[in-house]
């Protein structure tokens, strides 16, 4: 038998699907794929589909791997592999995770918060190889993320540190829906940001975004924004500006907190691209103290849609090797 | 000669005066003084100062003590000892503090900057004591932080973490003196907050405040109000419960960054008390994430005038032990 690559599965547990990946050690992803998360027939199923999930990738490469590592919503006690009421896993409670599925394949299962994966991944694999601290931000529906603090992830007292989202901008701002106001989730949030744009749209007819959805609102993502903005369009480029600067104020904070000016932005949202970095960084570098402006640093992630996947897997690099 | 207690040197070092106290493991304060600066005359000058203190401290307790300790205005960088630019000190550039005392007197020295001294501080002698994390406030003329996690000094990448006062409530708030907007300093340190109660007071002539202080804005302290406030004075109870609730706005993003919802507030206008204190906590409760809310702490620093030299003596018991 040909001598194999040592690699990692990682599980990346969505309310929908579960995806999972087999990930060498210098980041190359060796397999993939999808299985259902049945989520609506409860924990045992859940735990069943990712079982399922581990055996293809293991199947696939024709090796064992040196462990399983889990990137899950929700709170999530790393210590003991625990994963507590995921937002989109009715029902669950508090289940120990890593321990279900490390009995069936005796091997090291390490579980994590899926924004705290992704930075871990970003460190390990992506744009955060060389920093030696980070934060990274995920911006999807919800506003994640992960603090790395001298190679170190940051987990807080519970492992709930990192969430950047909800740090509020503005004491009187925007409700959001955490119950909390100006939450910059509440202004970069995917939704949030749809129905800003829609609005603005009421106002501005002429905008290429019109055309594109042909005035049907539910038409209107982030997406067709970043088309609009590419052809031009002053509305499109003006509401990802907003969107830079909303964040560089929160970032500008969280550098000033910790001590920690580079950040990793990775997400569907962060599609926007160098106008969304840059409007970021100019208002970030503007806002935050003296020592921080010189080293202020916005970079995109790099593992995109593998961020789960590779995220998952890094864990058990980084805290099984 | 009879058994000697062990004990630190603290040293508190001010634009004006440096403080200097023996301390003994328990918390006890066994000597206290106090000299000049003289930091108009550079930084060789304000090091003979300081020296000058630790021989009077050893020189009262008759025995050597177990090592040094220095709280410094300014960015630290506490492996190498090393004070930069303290902003009260001019023309210090970068100082090797630590080992321009350490060669005088053959002891281990330890710098750090003075509000993460005053956070370790509240951690080994005060109010952190039991806590596993929290978060120091050191509300002055500026609005000082130091974040313990895990019972961890949380340093970020240059020894500058934990400025809570400069995260923004209001993007588009008061201009604060650090060159952003809507920092809670810019609601909660002492000038601004009686700049505020000045402009108020402007339309409360019948106010208690007025009476206090005569009609001389100059005198206007929080102090005063917080006298004003005794009395049942509907505007001095109203600017505290505002400066609660500012303050609780940025504890509530910094709880939601960190997982850290237990805070230990200090400082000249901690002494607004219970009224601060409900008012922060009632604002940063009703905004952190959920999972916070139960553990939410608001609580006094204990140190109170001591809190300089005995958090600076406890960088010895903390680091050095």
């Known amino acids: 038998m040909a ?6 599965v990682g599980i990346d547990l969505g ?10 050690k210098d980041g190359r992803l060796l397999f993939k794929g999808v299985v259902e998360t049945r989520a609506e027939e409860g924990p045992s199923r859940v735990v069943k589909q990712i079982r ?3 055996a293809a990738a293991v199947e696939a490469c024709g090796a064992k791997p040196i462990g399983v590592g889990v990137g899950s919503p929700g709170v999530v006690n790393a210590e003991e592999g625990i994963v507590e009421n995921p937002p989109n896993l009715p029902g669950w409670g508090r289940i120990r995770l890593a321990s279900k599925i490390a009995k069936k394949f005796d091997l090291p299962v390490f579980v994590e918060n899926d924004a705290n994966a992704a930075a871990v991944g970003e460190m390990t694999f992506g744009a955060g190889k060389e920093l030696d601290s980070f934060i990274m931000i995920t911006l999807g529906t919800g506003v994640g993320g992960g603090v790395i603090m001298n190679r170190r992830l940051l987990r807080g007292e519970h492992g709930g540190a990192g969430e950047i989202g909800h740090m509020s901008v503005d004491y009187d701002g925007e409700p ?3 119950g909390s106001r100006g939450c910059v989730e509440a202004y970069v949030g995917r939704e949030y940001l749809t129905k800003r744009a829609a609005t603005r749209l009421a106002d501005a007819p002429d905008s290429t975004i019109n055309r594109l959805i042909d005035g049907d609102l539910e038409a209107l993502t982030p ?6 903005a590419k052809t031009g369009d002053p509305l499109a480029k003006e509401l990802i500006e907003e969107t830079g600067r909303f964040l560089g104020y929160a970032l500008a904070s969280a550098a000033n907190l910790l001590d920690i000016p580079a950040f990793v932005v990775g997400g569907g949202v962060a599609g926007f691209g160098k106008p969304l970095f ?22 995109a992630a790099k593992l ?4 789960g996947v590779k995220g998952a897997a890094a864990l058990v690099f980084f805290r099984g090797a």
Chains 1, 2 share one sequence.
Request: charged share 35%; glycine share 6%; proline share 4%.
């Open 3 to 8: 001598k194999k690559t040592k690699y990692a």
């Open 15 to 24: 309310g929908d699907t579960i995806k999972v990946g087999a990930t060498a």
């Open 52 to 54: 399922k999930g581990v």
């Open 176 to 178: 959001c829906k955490c």
């Open 223 to 228: 997406k067709v924004i970043c088309e609009a």
């Open 278 to 299: 840059d409007a970021a960084k100019a208002a970030a570098k503007e806002r935050a103290l003296i020592p921080m402006k010189p080293r202020l640093r916005v970079r």
């Open 304 to 307: 995109k849609n593998d961020a």
